[in-house]
């Protein structure tokens, strides 16, 4: 085979790997797995919404777009079609219940079941920021359930 | 610090009008789609908050930019740094009220028309916007949608040229919020 033949193909070959990457670990890269994800933050779930709500900038630089892992005792726990919200409510305003608002991964629909406002719970997940009445936690885990 | 007073104080102004009747959720849903030559786009966000008073038609909704979920995680980068800039611009908020208060019937079930205008602001831009939407009056609340397009140009949220026309520049933008009686404190 001709040396140009050789280059061609090898060539072609380098842009199709080339594109593959691209398509699989770039424009298809999946999302973070913030159940995996190290926690950047390990705080009571009280700390952080004073944090927030004392002084809002100040935690907006430290947490938000922070995986965050929080430990409190729940007040209740919010129904949502195939996920739950879990409320740590430590004041009450304007939009009734204020704190921290956890939204649970839908794997962990089942166990939200389970809990009760009796017992302190341990919860990571990836920190939306502070929308002036709640802190907002998304795509959370249960830890050590 | 001075956004959130500023704020307070609106919502405040909305909660302490006259006999308030109050209505509220934490959990509006709001998405946005958007169908270009090259790519659509569609996110939502599902804890949003909102409030209608419907002795004076004031509505506001809140939306936290960080919280809106993409089908791809590239596009929720590109969303988050390059086009609304959430980390400088984190919240987009809606007040307005509603016009054609004197059609909606807020003391009987049904679905009324509604004339919402006010104030959108997105980006740290703020527009004044007028849009149709609907109120379901129902046993133990009302629900609220809208449905409207916004234009990214308005909002200073600039494409980059390398994706300049393969982008829809007006996304429509939908709104639904399950609002229930605010519990009394």
Same mark, same amino acid.
């Given at each position: 085979?001709?040396?140009?033949? +050789?280059?061609? !193909?090898? /060539?072609?070959?380098?842009?199709?790997?080339?594109? /593959?990457?691209?398509?699989?670990?770039?424009?298809?890269?999946?999302?973070?797995?913030?159940?995996k994800?190290?926690?950047?933050?390990?705080?009571?779930? +009280?700390?952080?919404y004073?944090?927030?709500?004392?002084?809002?900038?100040?935690?907006?630089?430290?947490?938000?777009?922070k995986?965050?892992?929080?430990?409190? !005792?729940?007040?209740y726990?919010?129904?949502?079609?195939?996920?739950? !919200?879990?409320?740590?409510?430590?004041?009450?305003?304007?939009?009734?219940?204020?704190?921290?608002?956890?939204?649970?991964?839908? +794997?962990?629909?089942m166990?939200? =079941?389970?809990?009760?406002? =009796?017992?302190?719970?341990t919860? =990571?997940?990836?920190?939306?920021?502070y929308?002036?009445?709640?802190?907002?936690?998304?795509?959370?885990?249960?830890?050590?359930? | 610090?001075?956004?959130?007073?500023?704020?307070?104080?609106?919502?405040?102004?909305?909660?302490?009008? @006259?006999n308030?009747?109050?209505? #509220?959720?934490?959990?509006g849903?709001v998405?946005?789609?958007?169908?270009?030559s090259?790519?659509?786009?569609e996110?939502?966000?599902?804890?949003?908050?909102?409030?209608i008073?419907?002795?004076?038609?004031?509505?506001?909704?809140?939306?936290?930019?960080?919280?809106?979920?993409?089908?791809?995680?590239?596009m929720?980068e590109?969303?988050?740094?390059? %086009?609304?800039?959430? $980390?400088?611009? &984190?919240?987009?908020?809606?007040?307005?009220?509603?016009?054609?208060?004197?059609?909606?019937?807020?003391?009987?079930?049904?679905? %009324?028309?509604a004339?919402?205008?006010?104030?959108?602001? #997105?980006?740290?831009i703020?527009?004044?916007?007028?849009?149709?939407?609907?109120?379901?009056?129902?046993? @133990? @609340?009302? #629900? @609220?949608?809208?449905?409207?397009?916004?234009?990214?140009?308005? %909002?200073?949220?600039?494409? &980059?040229?390398?994706?300049?026309?393969?982008?829809?520049? $007006?996304?429509?933008?939908?709104?639904d919020?399950?609002?229930? &009686?605010? &519990?009394?404190?």
């Amino acid at each position: 085979m001709k040396n140009w033949i +050789k280059v061609f !193909i090898l /060539a072609g070959f380098v842009a199709m790997c080339v594109i /593959a990457y691209v398509w699989i670990f770039v424009y298809n890269k999946p999302h973070r797995n913030y159940e995996k994800a190290k926690a950047d933050y390990e705080l009571q779930a +009280k700390d952080c919404y004073y944090h927030f709500s004392n002084g809002a900038e100040s935690a907006d630089i430290t947490y938000t777009g922070k995986v965050l892992e929080i430990t409190g !005792i729940p007040t209740y726990v919010e129904d949502m079609d195939t996920c739950s !919200i879990i409320v740590f409510a430590y004041e009450s305003g304007m939009f009734g219940d204020e704190g921290i608002r956890c939204s649970l991964l839908p +794997k962990y629909y089942m166990q939200s =079941k389970e809990i009760n406002n =009796k017992e302190e719970i341990t919860i =990571k997940g990836y920190c939306t920021g502070y929308n002036e009445t709640d802190v907002i936690i998304e795509q959370c885990s249960l830890i050590n359930r | 610090m001075k956004k959130i007073v500023i704020t307070l104080i609106l919502i405040n102004a909305i909660f302490l009008t @006259g006999n308030a009747q109050m209505f #509220i959720t934490k959990n509006g849903k709001v998405s946005f789609y958007s169908d270009g030559s090259l790519e659509k786009i569609e996110a939502y966000n599902t804890q949003v908050n909102s409030a209608i008073n419907i002795t004076t038609g004031q509505f506001v909704f809140k939306v936290l930019m960080k919280s809106f979920s993409f089908e791809k995680a590239l596009m929720q980068e590109h969303f988050n740094e390059n %086009y609304v800039e959430s $980390d400088k611009f &984190p919240n987009a908020t809606f007040q307005g009220l509603v016009a054609n208060l004197n059609d909606v019937d807020f003391s009987a079930l049904g679905t %009324y028309d509604a004339i919402i205008e006010g104030d959108l602001t #997105i980006h740290g831009i703020k527009n004044k916007v007028k849009e149709i939407g609907t109120f379901e009056v129902k046993e @133990g @609340g009302i #629900i @609220g949608s809208a449905t409207f397009f916004v234009k990214l140009a308005d %909002y200073d949220i600039s494409i &980059p040229g390398a994706v300049t026309g393969k982008i829809a520049e $007006d996304i429509e933008i939908s709104v639904d919020v399950d609002l229930k &009686p605010r &519990p009394t404190n």
